[in-house]
T-cell receptor, first 113, second 117 residues
Framework: AQTVTQSQPEMSVQEAETVTLSCTYDTSESDYYLFWYKQPPSRQMILVIRQEAYKQQNATENRFSVNFQKAAKSFSLKISDSQLGDAAMYFCAFDSGNTPLVFGKGTRLSVIA | DAGVIQSPRHEVTEMGQEVTLRCKPISGHNSLFWYRQTMMRGLELLIYFNNNVPIDDSGMPEDRFSAKMPNASFSTLKIQPSEPRDSAVYFC???????????????FGPGTRLTVL
């Protein structure tokens, strides 16, 4: 069974600075997808970024980028130029295409003005 | 597109009462997922349906929980009788799923915050 581990329950970052959230996963699959979801205080789950395992190039969406290390089974999220609106819970998730998403426990990010 | 719709947004009930949570998936989506989120356990998948058929209900905590999907546009999650430890946020998500192929982005509803006193 696939597992997703987020080792940082809480993180904080100064506004305009950069922060990296960690995620590791375990799978025997070779083709899969990885996601980062954001959950602000409104509770809404918002897809931030996704990465296809067969692509070596790291995904980027504006200020959000990932560092995908397939051999190490690592999938970290980097947020550049952090903004107050980035404060939220962030969940890493794994999708093999054959089973539903498997989520990590989440990292609560605080942004300090 | 209205997105995934859940009702009610908040529910407060007393222990022993029946609770029914409702979900309307995005039109055209063929998979529906029920999740429970708590501080202690994080986001847990309870059950998911594909083409209205329950595929995996291994995450349903016990017999007090049941879920139905009578048609492609409606699903319910029922707890009977409810207990204080059922207090959580319950999310419904839907996707246009073809298992075994490309990824299937899940779209989440706003969640129902359930409090059982």
């Amino acid at each position: 069974a696939q597992t997703v581990t987020q080792s940082q329950p809480e993180m904080s970052v100064q506004e305009a600075e950069t922060v990296t959230l960690s995620c590791t996963y375990d799978t025997s699959e070779s083709d899969y997808y990885l996601f980062w979801y954001k959950q602000p205080p409104s509770r809404q789950m918002i897809l931030v970024i996704r990465q296809e395992a067969y692509k070596q190039q790291n995904a980027t969406e504006n200020r959000f980028s990932v560092n995908f290390q397939k051999a190490a089974k690592s999938f970290s999220l980097k947020i550049s130029d952090s903004q107050l609106g980035d404060a939220a819970m962030y969940f890493c998730a794994f999708d093999s295409g054959n089973t539903p998403l498997v989520f990590g426990k989440g990292t609560r990010l605080s942004v300090i003005a | 597109d209205a997105g995934v719709i859940q009702s009610p947004r908040h529910e407060v009930t007393e222990m022993g009462q029946e609770v029914t949570l409702r979900c309307k998936p995005i039109s055209g989506h063929n998979s529906l997922f029920w999740y429970r989120q708590t501080m202690m356990r994080g986001l847990e998948l309870l059950i998911y349906f594909n083409n209205n058929v329950p595929i995996d209900d291994s995450g349903m905590p016990e017999d007090r929980f049941s879920a139905k999907m009578p048609n492609a546009s409606f699903s319910t999650l029922k707890i009977q009788p409810s207990e204080p430890r059922d207090s959580a946020v319950y999310f419904c998500a839907s996707s246009c799923t073809t298992f075994g192929t490309s990824y299937n982005e899940q779209f989440f509803g706003p969640g129902t915050r359930l409090t059982v006193l």
